[in-house]
């Protein structure tokens, strides 16, 4: 493909798909809205708070995600232990739990309706994002830059601030604009425990578009929440490229080591068993309540009475809309990401950010979106394929993540050693390009199938009748009085964890030793 | 025999390799020049991974100019080494046995043998990534020569290593060039690798091949000011 002709085609697939799914409805919203008193939306007392109250929990959760997820990284950072990997792994699951299965947990803890509930699961989310980026580049971090400063004459605590801190920067403002990110769109978490008190913008798009009617107020905080988006990710960027420095990064074995003292063992597993402990016990309280008045719920799940779709239908769904949601994120995906790998830096780094872009966005104004845009030229809102491309276009740049940095890595020069070994042209294609691709494109599709049976703003927009999510039930469930219906949600998350829990652990064995950012 | 005949080779208006003859008989001749002197483009257009703009490449009296890099039968050890991350040091091993064909008993027999030679025994099951700079030479070395090839061609193969390392991997290569008695030609910047490897060495500055010679004939017949300079005589 490095023809001319070649990487034409391979453009035209992702700019076509994110063009006409992403970039032509927010077009539509952004008409649709400008006529209809943009500015009177944007400054009524309602909008205020909400904005207000986005921006402030966002901050807080940004802030408490750091304090619980700080101990934990320096930990894992330092100690080389038994378990270690299996903990960083344990403490990724929260991560890609769907939103409801978290609703669903606090809300057993009977943290509906508050403030904290939002708080505590917005930590609970995020953790792993603060251990994940911030830990990657500080347990590899060479020790002999630390052990430099102190021989100049620097305390333990000066040479951290002057030293660790500096060099940690760039990442823990990444992880820092990551979750700010995350909880400032947050929509299912507060959808659920908010109540009606707290709202955020997203929900409030949602609210406006689905009880009020109102398409034109919600359009106009669907386009000011983008404009939000957009400035994070740009004083993100910004701040990246100013700060960032060439980092000589260690192997994580030559920097780990073990406990020695009593005090440093006590130190490392009062860390790990208290963070741990933390995150599994909303789980466990959700799971718990699943079984309480016997089997009752799961009773409920395989003969539901009356209800319009059972739960068997939206599994079946689910499973489905998965399948062909990663397939297509996958194609995309990969589509794009060998144009990043090779086109021109520019090119590559602002096609970069507009693939970010959904992923950030929002996935309300996705679903919000393909409703007011995706009736012409063609009608799509009526296709079975509406949910599974909604699910693709948030799923694509987890697609990304995971396989650019392989196909970064394929270098000229083993082609060319394969060549020089007797490949033909095919030979190296087969033999080097696709199977070093091949496992991360695996695991490209399955994030993309994770995300898929998880999504649940986009979803809740365009779902119909006969296109019921595990996710959207779950949600319509928790809103249904009576016990038996309760306890059948929590049944249903519970099956929801699991078949993301499963399915994220066989990718992590995919990815052992494997290159990838997330 | 390899005869290289009045090669030329430009990168836009520079010129890396500049009207280059050399012949390669069953020895080992070393292609010495300070860095950027075009001695890798050389070596690369022998390979067939470059195309000559000007001049032919001859294999036994064939003109092999045209024949591309997968038939030509030449072994190449990269500079960067070039192990396939995808796959353990047995399956980078085996890789050339594989394209020609080799069925799995021979194949692995083989892969031990070639393991062997660079005392890498007991790797074969491990990961690239895990591997010491060393050790990757070593695998790279093996990977290049377990096919068989008619030529060996090895590029700056000691430049990323620490001194007592090279030292020692430097006479294991010389042995091993020795043993299986296969022509060679050993780019190299470092004059005691090129005097302690090449049965005769090819200077080499800007694009052009000044002067080949055994050491001796260099030290005592320098062509120019240069030789002498570069030579430290």
Known sequence: MSTRAGRVALAIVPVGFIGYLFVYPVARILMMSVGEGFGDVLTSASTRSVVWFTLWQAAVSTLLTFVVAMPLTAVLSHFSFPGRSLIRAMVTVPFVLPTVVVGSAFVALGLSNSIWGILAAHVFFNVAVVVRTVGGVWSRLDRGVVEAARSLGASPLTAFVRTTLPILGPSIAAALSIVFLFTFTSFGVVLILGGLTYRTIEVQIYQEATTFLDLGAAGALAILQLVGVVGILWAYGRYQRTRSVGLELAAEARVLRPARSDTERAILWSVVFGTLGLLAAPLVVLVGRSFRGGLAGWEFLVDPGRLAITPGEAITNSLFFAVVGALIATVVGMAAASLISRGSTVVASSFDTVLMLPLGTSAVTIGFGFLVALDEPVDLRGSVLLVPLAHALVAVPFVVRATLPTLRAIRADLREAAAVLGASPRQVFRHVDLAIVARAAMVGAGFAAAVSLGEFGATSFIVRPNSVTIPTLIFRLLGRPGAVTFTGAMALSVILMLLTTALILSIDRLRAGELGEF | ?233
């Open chain 2, 1 to 233: 025999m390899l005869s290289v005949r009045r090669v030329t080779k430009r990168f836009g208006a520079a010129v890396a390799v500049d009207d280059a003859s050399l012949e390669v008989a069953d020895e080992t001749v070393a292609i010495l020049g300070p860095s950027g002197c075009g001695k890798s483009t050389l070596l690369r257009v022998v390979a067939g991974l470059e195309r000559p703009d000007r001049g032919t490449v001859h294999w036994d009296g064939d003109d092999i100019t045209e024949t591309p890099v997968h038939l030509r039968d030449f072994g190449l050890m990269f500079q960067s080494f070039a192990l396939f991350p995808h796959r353990t040091v047995g399956q980078n091993v085996a890789f050339g046995l594989e394209m020609q064909g080799v069925d799995s008993e021979e194949c692995r027999r083989r892969v031990d043998e070639a393991l062997d030679w660079v005392g890498m025994e007991g790797f074969t099951d491990r990961r690239i990534d895990g591997l010491s700079g060393g050790e990757k030479q070593r695998v790279a070395l093996a990977r290049t020569l377990a096919p068989g090839p008619r030529l060996v061609m090895l590029d700056e193969p000691l430049g990323s290593l620490d001194r007592l390392i090279r030292d020692r991997l430097m006479s294991d290569i010389g042995q091993l060039l020795d043993e299986t008695a296969t022509p060679a030609i050993y780019v190299t910047h470092d004059h005691d690798e090129a005097r302690s490897i090449a049965d005769r060495i090819a200077l080499m500055r800007s694009g052009r091949i000044v002067q080949v010679g055994t050491w001796e004939q260099l030290c005592t017949r320098p062509a120019d000011e240069w030789v002498e300079r570069f030579l430290g005589i």
